[in-house]
Structure formats: structure tokens, C-alpha cells
């Protein structure tokens, strides 16, 4: 069965779903519905021609704190203005509004939580900035893989700001307090106005051609989209990606993302922080020397130790080589080595006793006199066997003979001639003559017959067949 979501649970789920995918974001659009509360707070609608979305921007958001002198600034940003936006805001202004998306839940409806909110002149900044971030991504300027780590604990440091601004005294001020002591190099430019991309980069090019620094540090107070805006210049963005040196920026405050901020190796949230990021509390260094002062005590009890462990194993091992020890050993083996060589000849014996006494009574059995009468019936046995078996072999012989005999007597090619044939040998051919049409006038003849040869000679050849007065040999 699916999950059943309780109405509570389901808005908690959306809610979280919408705030991580969604931490921080600019919306523009135009003011309806504006309420105004006793609380302070501004509840409102942003507005274009397909969609409306619910907008709460809180007191403690609106800034507007007042200054010593008159006038009042926005803490966030740090600019200062003769009265917040939040007190003339009204239907139908054109603004944009930066912060966060959230679920309220009592309705179950989505609304942004305003952190910033500029009228829409700034927004235009803002769409110049969208543009050009769009552009510099599509040439790989913000790709993680080419950015490169920050040197620890750098002793030689540049710094490119402002020289007498509220920054560059806080990031010394921080950097004092904080690592086992660096030089810092400012390289003065100017950080807000149409004169200040450029002085950026003529600065960056210095810090580059000393060849001193391990590091680029480039920070600015918080100010507006527009007192920013020099961050925001194709030139800055070459100059910190074509860097040989690691460049970390500090720009404006937390909120405040700039496209400096995108290229650079590391982005800090405010030049406070870039300090932080640079070296790290000294208190943190004292208790890392601490802790490692406690670990080459481990270290070290650990060697002894081991060390220790090790010459008892070599002692034990000198012990064992001592000569006198060896004598003893020796001494030992050779008893224990007579021990065993008495044993073994006691059993020796023993098992040589009892294999001669089985062997007499083996041999009794064999040779006794039952033994050997019983040997005597067999073998008398055996002698008239034998006989039987001689006879009859040499009867069964004598008779294979005879009919061998009368065989090879019917074999015989002579025998026919003491009956008065004869055997004729046509000696032109060497073969014997068995039709007279092989024989020709003039052929020499062997005849054998029972007693001797006769040689004869042919004087006529046979005739056709049809009378008898041809004359033959």
C-alpha cells in the first residue's frame, strides 16, 4: 500500500523540497496587493502578465536603520539612503526582490521571504549581470576543474582594494590575530566608479610582475548592485582567469555575488572572512602544536617501548648463543639422544625376538614331519598325473603323425608315376605341358617318369582335329 501522507507531513516535505532547490533568488516583477501591518512587516504580490507570487518581506529585513548624522542605510548592503524602499513602496512599482522560496503552511501556499528588495533600474544591472555570467560559463570561466587550491599558511600576500577603505583595515586587522605571521602588499586601485575595472586590472598585472606573492586577494566593502559593479566587468573576469597566481575574492557582503566572485579560485563571503580563509586562528595552531607535541609523546613511548621489546628479544637471543649455555644443551641432547638409543635398541631386540620366534613356528609348520608327509602324497600325486599325461600326449602324437604322413603321401607329385604317367616340361617356356596346342615343331621336351627322364623333340604340330595322320612327338 502507498504512503498516506498526513496534510502537515506532506507541506513539511514540499516545503524542504522547495528551500534546498531554491536557497536564493531574484525575482522581478510588480507590486500588488501591498498590506501593511502594525507588526512593520510588508506583506505583497509580485505580478507579471501570467503568474502572481506572495511576497513577505520582514521588518527586521527592511534595513532603513538611521545614521548619527540623518539619513539611514541598509545594514546588508551597506548603503546608505535618505529613506528605505520599504517605506515608499507601492502598488504597481516595478522592483526586484532577492530571497528565499518557503511553504507557509496555515495556507499550504508557496511565498518568497524578501531579503533585498531594488527598484527595477537596478534590475536592468541585474539582467546585464545574468548575461554576462551566461556568457562566461558557456566559455568554461567558473569550471571547478581549472581552480586551484589556496597555499597554507601564505606568508606573502597581495592585496588589491581600496588603500583606505573599511576592508583592507579589516583584513589586516583579522590577519594579525590569526597564523604564525605574513607580509601583506596592497596594490592600491580604485574599487567603485567607471575608472575602477581597469585600475583592477593594472593591479592585478603589478601583483602578477613582482613575482613576490603566493596569492591574490582582491576585497571591497558591501555597497549596492551598482557600487559593485565593477566586479562585474568582462575585464576583472580575464584578468582573475588568466592569473598565474591563486586569487581569492572578498566582494560586498554574504548576499553579494559577484561575477569576480564566480571566477576566482575561492570566493569569501565578506574580506573578514577572506582573512579566516587565508590563515587559520591562532588558538587553533596552538592546539594543533599541542596535540602534536602529544602525539610524538605516544610516538616516542611507543619506540621506547618497542625498542624495548626488541633488545629483550636480542638478550634472549645472546643468552641462547652464550657457549656455556651451548655446552649444557648439547650436554642435554647427547643424554636425551642415549636415552632414546636405548629405548630403541630395547625395542629392537624385542621385535627381533618375537620375529624369530614367528619365523620357528612359520618353519615348523612348513618343514615338520606332517609337513612333510603330506609334501610326499602330493608329489606322488603329481608323479602319476605326469605319467597319465605323458602317455597320452605321446599317443595323441604318434597318431597326428600317421595322418601327417598319409597326407603328405597324397601330396606327393610322383607317386602318379609308378602307376605309368608321366610329367612333360616344354623347355622353351619351362613349363609343364598340359595342352598339346602349346607345343610347336622343332619344341624340346623333358619327360619324367618313374624312373628317370627322356628328352624327345616335336616334328609336327597338332593338326585341326579332323583326322589322325599328323604325326606327334
Request: aromatic share 6%; charged share 25%.
Amino acid at each position: 500500500m502507498p504512503h498516506v501522507f498526513e496534510v502537515s507531513e506532506l507541506t513539511r516535505s514540499v516545503r524542504d523540497v522547495i528551500e534546498s532547490e531554491f536557497p536564493f533568488v531574484w525575482v522581478c516583477g510588480q507590486v500588488v496587493n501591498l498590506s501593511r501591518p502594525g507588526s512593520g512587516h510588508l506583506y505583497f504580490s509580485l505580478r507579471d502578465a501570467e503568474a502572481s507570487l506572495a511576497v513577505v518581506w520582514f521588518r527586521g529585513a527592511q534595513g532603513g536603520k538611521a545614521l548619527a548624522g540623518g539619513g539611514r542605510y541598509d545594514p546588508l548592503t551597506g548603503e546608505v539612503y535618505e529613506k528605505s524602499l520599504a517605506e515608499g513602496l507601492a502598488d504597481g512599482m516595478e522592483v526586484m526582490v532577492a530571497g528565499r522560496l518557503t511553504v507557509y503552511a496555515p495556507r499550504g501556499s508557496y511565498q518568497l521571504v524578501a531579503e533585498l528588495v531594488q527598484e527595477v533600474g537596478e534590475g536592468r544591472l541585474w539582467q546585464e549581470f545574468e548575461a554576462l555570467k551566461k556568457d562566461l560559463a558557456a566559455k568554461g570561466y567558473f569550471e571547478q576543474g581549472r581552480k586551484r587550491p589556496l597555499p597554507r599558511h601564505p606568508t606573502k600576500v597581495a592585496v588589491i582594494t581600496a588603500p583606505t577603505g573599511a576592508a583592507v583595515r579589516d583584513f589586516i586587522r583579522i590577519g594579525r590575530e590569526r597564523g604564525h605571521g605574513a607580509a601583506v602588499r596592497v596594490y592600491p586601485t580604485l574599487v567603485q566608479g567607471e575608472a575602477a575595472p581597469m585600475g583592477i586590472v593594472r593591479a592585478m598585472l603589478r601583483a602578477v610582475a613582482d613575482d613576490w606573492a603566493e596569492v591574490v586577494v582582491l576585497i571591497r566593502g558591501g555597497g549596492s548592485l551598482e557600487d559593485l559593479w565593477a566586479f562585474n566587468t568582462v575585464e576583472v573576469a580575464k584578468a582573475i582567469f588568466a592569473s598565474p597566481l591563486p586569487v581569492l575574492t572578498g566582494v560586498g557582503h554574504e548576499v553579494d555575488v559577484t561575477i569576480a566572485d564566480m571566477v576566482a579560485d575561492v570566493r569569501a563571503a565578506t574580506p573578514s572572512h577572506a582573512a579566516q580563509l587565508l590563515w587559520p586562528e591562532r588558538v587553533q595552531l596552538a592546539q594543533r602544536l599541542d596535540d602534536l607535541e602529544m602525539a610524538m609523546r605516544r610516538g616516542a613511548a611507543r619506540l621506547l617501548a618497542q625498542r624495548g621489546r626488541e633488545l629483550a628479544v636480542l638478550a634472549r637471543g645472546l643468552a641462547w648463543l652464550s657457549p656455556a649455555n651451548r655446552l649444557q644443551r648439547l650436554e642435554e641432547r647427547f643424554a636425551a639422544a642415549g636415552e632414546r638409543l636405548l629405548r630403541a635398541g630395547e625395542a629392537w631386540l624385542g621385535a627381533l625376538g618375537g620375529r624369530a620366534e614367528r619365523l620357528g613356528e612359520r618353519l615348523a609348520r612348513r618343514f615338520g614331519p606332517q609337513s612333510l608327509e603330506a609334501r610326499g602324497q602330493e608329489l606322488s600325486r603329481r608323479a602319476d598325473a605326469l605319467e597319465a599325461a605323458m602317455k597320452l600326449y605321446a599317443a595323441d602324437r604318434d597318431h597326428r603323425l600317421e595322418l601327417a604322413g598319409a597326407r603328405l603321401a597324397g601330396l606327393d607329385p610322383t607317386a602318379p608315376l609308378a602307376r605309368g604317367y608321366s610329367l612333360t616340361t616344354l623347355l622353351r617356356t619351362g613349363k609343364f605341358l598340359r595342352r598339346e596346342g602349346d607345343a610347336r615343331p622343332g619344341d624340346k621336351l623333358d619327360i619324367m617318369v618313374y624312373e628317370g627322364r627322356v628328352r624327345a623333340t616335336v616334328e609336327a604340330a597338332p593338326d585341326d582335329g579332323t583326322g589322325d595322320d599328323g604325326e606327334r612327338a
